[in-house]
């Protein structure tokens, strides 16, 4: 007991990738134990700002041990506008990794939906490295052209786009992707905004696919104790003893059929 | 050196424990911070029967501290004696079970239902912003509360401390009442009400629409209210509010606190309390002072 410590992690290197969009590799212990779906909580040096920034997990790699990030900058004097500027060599404390992450063994012999919107899109990424399957189908959702990571998307599967403004790939939402391509499939696991999750439950159900969706929730604690960042359970949560679960801890990823959105 | 306080007849091994709601019944931090080192734990709060608690936003970060409106979810008493007392004892620290209610029944079939238990204190939430009903009207009238302290002083078989609001026009008032409803130390503060706006969206952040404002941010609200609280009882007090190192909690112990508990500095640092509890040390050595409990009150 009392392993587990804040990390003074090392950042390796820092680029843009879109307008406010940032990918940081940090050297971490966190690397070692990761898992698709997991995230970080990293903190910023400004003492006016306690609260750790609950950042997914974009790539992982263990040999070397260093994660990748990629995320958004939220704003004006916001704790991502502080990551945003740091670079190589400086340090950001963190604890890691956390959540449950990706059930990537559910797709085998199965066809793959790999859902991601927004900057839900990052911790696809990892997940379409990892996970093996029949069929690997990658549909990313996207505000307008900057289609991040889509490139590295490729090398992993079939890659499908939606823009809300049409200026790539299908005009319109994820779902929109997949009907206009015929696509089909026998599981997915998607994360993004909650009212693309609603959608994706919704056609799961219709579909009868097993789904899994990542949640989002603002955060305080990170570890499961402060009972800040709960989601409402379609069953009684055997921890919390009523209709909720903690998203940092019992998440992010549940079965879709199993939380209300 | 010695570090031991004695809170009501109960010996805590150092006078650091964890603010109720921030630390759950330990098991989360169990991975960052050794249990054993804590003078005592307090447990989330918990209620006769499972409470939901609020809808989401729950929490918001402010400019030096955060918000919260959880709204009190707990397991209900059967599972937490199940499984959160057992988990405790295997630690040795003491064990303060925090209690929430919305009637006087409800407090006191918790408290009884407590007495049998191994556990060592009982602190009784009085205080908490976020409820509708219980709680909070039990902290803002000095009659209230001295009626719900003797009620529950009948069941218990525990000491009993009394957590008090800040929200109230005099905080000693309020610890002369439930001392006189037979208390046996006071633990304060508990979070100050407030509201934040999201100036986007044009609505409150957080569900509830207001929450309770922690983190260092009202600290010296804290270290005044217990300063004001030490001159007005004889019972022991638990100071929190605000405390993220050791040199706030040695603060919080001069202007009159027994012992302190840490809060919303363990969502910046998990580590925090060991680092308190280390800190105290190094201050009692380096100012040459033999026993930490000549901290208490020391500036009047």
């Known amino acids: 007991m009392g392993e587990k410590r804040k990390e003074n992690a090392l950042v390796i290197s820092q680029e843009v990738l879109a307008d406010g969009i940032f990918s940081m590799w940090i ?41 990748r990030v990629v995320y958004r900058v939220t704003g004006k004097n916001t704790g991502t506008e502080q990551f945003s500027r740091l670079r190589g060599g400086d340090t950001i404390p963190l604890i890691g990794p956390l959540g449950n992450g990706f059930p990537v063994e559910k797709a085998k012999g ?33 505000r307008d052209m900057h289609t991040f990571l889509k490139e590295e998307f490729e090398e992993n599967g ?17 779902l929109d992707a997949v009907r206009e391509h015929a696509l089909e499939a026998d599981i997915i696991y998607a994360c993004g905004p909650t009212p693309m999750l609603r959608a994706i439950k919704a056609y799961a159900e219709e579909k009868n696919i097993v789904c899994y969706v990542s949640l989002e929730e603002r955060m305080a604690c990170g570890i499961g104790a402060c009972l800040g960042c709960v989601c409402k359970t379609s069953k009684k949560d055997a921890h919390s003893n009523v209709h909720n679960s903690r998203i940092c801890k019992d998440g992010p990823v549940f079965p879709a059929a199993e939380v209300e959105l | 050196m010695n570090m031991k306080v004695n809170i009501a007849g109960v010996e805590w091994k150092n006078p650091v424990t964890t603010a109720s709601g921030t630390f759950g019944s330990g098991a989360e931090y169990a991975d960052f911070v050794d249990l054993n080192r804590l003078g005592a734990v307090t ?11 609020n809808p989401t936003p729950r929490v918001a970060e402010i400019c030096g501290g955060m918000m919260n409106a959880i709204g009190l979810q707990n397991p209900g008493i059967d599972l937490f004696c199940e499984r959160d007392i057992p988990f405790l004892r295997k630690f040795d620290t003491k064990i303060i079970v925090n209690v929430c209610g919305r009637s006087e029944t409800d407090y ?18 009085i205080s908490c912003p976020n409820v509708k009903e219980g709680g909070i009207a039990f902290g803002q009238s000095a009659k209230a509360a001295e009626e719900i302290t003797r009620a529950v002083k009948r069941y218990a078989k525990q000491p009993v401390i009394m957590k008090l609001s800040p929200n109230v026009t005099d905080i000693a008032e309020m ?4 001392e006189a409803g037979g208390a046996d130390a006071v633990s304060l503060i508990n979070t100050l009400t407030g509201m934040k706006i999201d100036i986007h969206r044009r609505t409150f952040l957080l569900a509830n629409r207001t929450g309770g404002v922690s983190g260092p941010a009202v600290h010296p609200i804290a270290v005044r209210m217990v300063y004001d609280t030490a001159q007005a009882v004889k019972i022991p007090i638990i100071g929190m509010g605000g405390i993220a190192n050791a040199e706030d909690a040695i603060e ?7 012992a302190v508990s840490v809060g919303t500095a363990n969502f910046h640092n998990p580590t925090v309390t060991m680092e308190i509890v280390d800190g105290i040390e ?15 009150g020391a500036v009047r």
């Open chain 2, 43 to 53: 447990t989330k709060g918990v209620a006769s029967v499972p409470w939901p608690g």
């Open chain 2, 175 to 178: 610890a002369r009442a439930v």
């Open chain 2, 108 to 125: 006191c079939e918790v408290v009884e239902r407590l007495a049998d238990e191994a556990v060592d204190m009982l602190e009784i939430n």
């Open chain 2, 282 to 296: 190094r201050y009692l050595e380096k100012n040459h002072i033999e026993d930490v409990r000549e901290l208490t």
């Open chain 1, 158 to 174: 079939e890659v499908y786009i939606s823009t809300e403004d049409g200026s790539a790939g299908v005009k319109g939402n994820v």
């Open chain 2, 252 to 258: 919080m112990m001069l202007a009159g606190a027994s």
């Open chain 1, 110 to 142: 199965r066809r793959a939906f790999l859902i991601g919107g927004g900057i839900g899109v990052p911790p696809i990424l990892e997940l379409a490295k990892q996970i093996e399957c029949e069929k690997k189908q990658i549909v990313a959702g996207y």
């Open chain 1, 27 to 67: 050297r971490t212990k966190a690397a070692v134990s990761a898992k698709p779906g997991q995230f970080i909580s990293m903190y910023t040096d400004d003492g006016g700002k306690l609260l750790p920034r609950p950042i997914s997990i974009c790539e992982i790699n263990k040999e070397e041990e260093k994660l």
